[in-house]
């Protein structure tokens, strides 16, 4: 896949780094230098030129006042840049003014690379301010170039990687990459689920503008919080989803599974439900009744698991767990002012996908993630359109 070569200075690593995370999340990957750009023992210089060269569609110059007097840039990256600009016109070469205006970026540009970077429509930073809603729109006017420029070369269905947990090998007719894997390390105390949902959501957009609703083949590799909002998010569009070494499809045919349901109504005021499916043997109601004793409010309860998990499921098996899941829970909300669903998982990631996709006109969903003992809160997911 190709990439977005990062040109910047040093001491703009932190924002740039910044920038390539809005960028990964709606789909396009980054190329920046020491964030595992160059690897040991690379020439710098001929890797660099190999890379703009070779592997970007496009370069982008992070405009800060410094910038430009960096002989490694203005010899290396912006002279090869130029040079694929002169050979392809459609190659995007942008530079983003940060803390200096536009006749300042044409005066430097020109005198220091002898191009008018100004005459390439662009988006302003100024100085002083909070930079993330402007990281964000030049991610999306980015994404927005990137599906412009496959659309005549798009396979369908339309392939997307969506990984939250490590990334996977991109297959051939891929189109995005959205890459979460680095918000959600262990070590990261605060794994921002927000920031995944706002990326999926400008990429739905982008993706409906150029093409309608086409199908869409999903791989990666998630946590369940990530594959049930990839099924919310995308819930206007049928999916192949890969499950292993298989296919799922959301339009495929349903086939008897071995579900048993059971319901525990005891709170007949409460706005709450929590809804438990368990598909692979793992006990997940002992987690949740050790949740509700601590953390939440009464609720009536939906517990679903399979009679002989150790038969797994498949693609028709799992649509017709679905239907019944559904089923279940439209029978409990219609009977009680349900406000408010809580969903504890364990399941594969093609299940929660699909779960997901059920959910836009029932009531706002709270998700939680496994630790190994216990539920921890990850993302409350409203109703409605997304």
């Known amino acids: 896949m190709r990439v977005l070569f990062l040109s910047h200075y040093h001491k703009d690593a932190e924002e740039i780094g910044e920038l390539a995370t809005e960028l990964r999340l709606r789909g396009i990957v980054p190329w920046v230098d020491k964030d595992r750009g160059f690897i040991l023992g690379d020439d710098n210089e001929k890797e660099a030129r190999r890379v703009v060269r070779e592997e970007s569609f496009g370069l982008l110059l992070y405009a800060t006042g410094n910038v430009f007097e960096r002989q490694f840039i203005r010899r290396i990256e912006i002279a090869e840049a130029k040079r694929m600009k002169e050979k392809d016109p459609n190659y995007l070469l942008v530079a983003i003014p940060r803390s200096i205006d536009f006749k300042q970026l044409e005066k430097l540009s020109k005198n220091h690379f002898h191009i008018n970077l100004s005459d390439f429509h662009t988006i302003e930073i100024p100085g002083g301010t909070d930079i993330r809603p402007v990281l964000e729109e030049i991610s999306r006017h980015v994404l927005c170039y990137v599906l412009d420029k496959c659309q005549t070369q798009v396979k369908y269905p339309l392939s997307l990687q969506i990984s939250t947990r490590e990334l996977l090998p991109d297959e051939h007719d891929d189109v995005l990459r959205v890459d979460a894997s680095r918000l959600f390390r262990k070590d990261n105390p605060r794994p921002d689920w927000d920031r995944f949902l706002n990326g999926l959501i400008d990429i739905k957009k982008e993706i409906a503008i150029k093409y309608g609703r086409p199908h869409l083949k999903i791989h990666g590799s998630k946590h369940l919080t990530a594959a049930f909002v990839v099924g919310r998010v995308f819930s206007p569009f049928q999916m192949e989803i890969k499950q292993g070494s298989e ?18 109504e005891q709170y007949p005021n409460s706005e709450a439900l929590s809804v438990e499916i368990s598909t692979n043997g793992k006990k997940v109601s002992a987690a949740v009744d050790r949740l509700l004793s601590n953390r939440l409010q009464p609720c009536n309860r939906i517990q679903c698991m399979l009679n002989d998990p150790l038969l797994g499921i498949d693609g ?55 630790d190994g003992n216990n539920y921890t809160p990850s993302l409350f997911v409203p109703s409605g359109a997304l």
């Open 247 to 264: 296919i799922w499809k959301t339009d495929g045919k349903s086939l008897a599974s071995s579900l048993k349901i059971k319901t525990i």
């Open 316 to 370: 028709p098996q799992c649509i017709d767990i679905i239907r019944q899941v559904r089923g279940q829970i439209e029978n409990t909300v219609g009977k009680r002012n349900v406000r408010a669903i809580h969903i504890f998982a364990a399941v594969p990631q093609g299940l929660m996908i699909m779960l997901g996709r059920e959910f836009g006109p029932l009531p706002s969903v709270q998700l939680y993630e496994f």
